[in-house]
């Protein structure tokens, strides 16, 4: 059974990620807190979102550690 979700769920859950990315730069990223804790957070978010978006792209599950 092939578990890849389909094109409009993915476009979906990259725009809700866009969404939710943008909102978190607003709040906590760059520009955000004292001295360099907005560019430490921004770093930090822009690596999260990276690294989900491949998720969501690729269709793969990087917590599954089983066969």
Do not use: P, Y
């Not at 092939?2 to 866009?18: E, M, N, T, V, Y």
């Amino acid at each position: 059974m092939d578990d890849r979700s389909g094109c409009l769920s993915g476009f979906l859950k990259l725009a809700l990620l866009g969404w939710l990315f943008d909102w978190l730069q607003d709040n906590f990223g760059f520009g955000r807190g004292a001295s360099c804790t907005g560019c430490g957070c921004g770093m930090i978010l822009l690596i999260i979102f990276v690294f989900f978006a491949c998720s969501i792209i690729t269709s793969t599950n990087w917590f599954e550690f089983g066969f």
